[in-house]
């Protein structure tokens, strides 16, 4: 049902870690590198345990701006499900994490989802550009989820 490919408007950027005798650190998104519309307004980390995979879900309006930096390595899911975009069905796999840091963001309208791969627990942090639930958690939230869904079209394998 899908074409696999990449998926227009997904940006994939590989994540550098700066490593010394304190540790390491990693500039997850800088300002400069990003266009306006994907700024980030939140930031969140959560831990997914190993074999363990978060959606798949989608927004209507807000972008997600996921760092996949270890530990452990995720294969991230994402089906472009925008009518009115060039790549509308196609699926694109991304590995990111401990061996691959990377950031990937996701526009509004991409259904994705993500599982832990590496048999560890592993971090992910996301610094989304819209509130979750708005202003003083007082909106809907901006969430269609497709992972309940026995007749889903939205398959991890």
Same mark, same amino acid.
């Given at each position: 049902?899908?074409?696999?490919?990449?998926? +227009?408007?997904?940006?994939?950027?590989?994540?550098?870690? *700066?490593?010394?005798?304190?540790?390491?650190?990693?500039?997850?998104?800088?300002?400069?590198?990003? +266009? %306006?519309? *994907? &700024?980030?307004?939140?930031?969140?980390?959560?831990?997914? #345990?190993?074999?363990?995979?978060? =959606?798949?879900?989608?927004?209507?309006?807000?972008?997600?701006? &996921?760092?996949?930096? =270890?530990?452990?390595? *995720?294969?991230?899911?994402?089906?472009?499900?925008?009518?009115?975009?060039?790549?509308?069905?196609?699926?694109?796999?991304?590995?990111?994490? %401990?061996?691959?840091?990377?950031?990937?963001?996701?526009?509004?309208?991409?259904?994705?989802?993500?599982?832990?791969?590496?048999?560890?627990? =592993?971090?992910?942090? #996301?610094?989304?550009?819209?509130?979750?639930? =708005?202003?003083?958690?007082?909106?809907?939230?901006? +969430?269609?989820?497709? %992972?309940?869904?026995? #007749?889903?079209? *939205?398959?991890?394998?």
């Amino acid at each position: 049902m899908f074409k696999t490919g990449k998926i +227009e408007g997904v940006i994939v950027k590989n994540l550098i870690k *700066f490593i010394d005798e304190r540790g390491w650190l990693v500039e997850t998104f800088r300002q400069d590198e990003l +266009e %306006e519309q *994907f &700024f980030p307004v939140m930031g969140y980390i959560s831990m997914t #345990n190993a074999g363990v995979a978060r =959606g798949p879900h989608e927004h209507v309006d807000q972008a997600d701006n &996921f760092a996949f930096l =270890g530990p452990s390595n *995720f294969k991230v899911y994402l089906w472009d499900n925008r009518k009115s975009s060039p790549t509308y069905m196609v699926r694109q796999i991304v590995y990111a994490g %401990e061996d691959a840091p990377k950031s990937v963001v996701i526009p509004a309208g991409v259904v994705h989802a993500y599982k832990n791969v590496g048999g560890k627990q =592993g971090m992910v942090v #996301n610094s989304p550009n819209r509130l979750f639930a =708005g202003t003083g958690k007082k909106d809907p939230v901006d +969430e269609v989820r497709h %992972e309940d869904d026995p #007749n889903s079209i *939205f398959k991890l394998d």
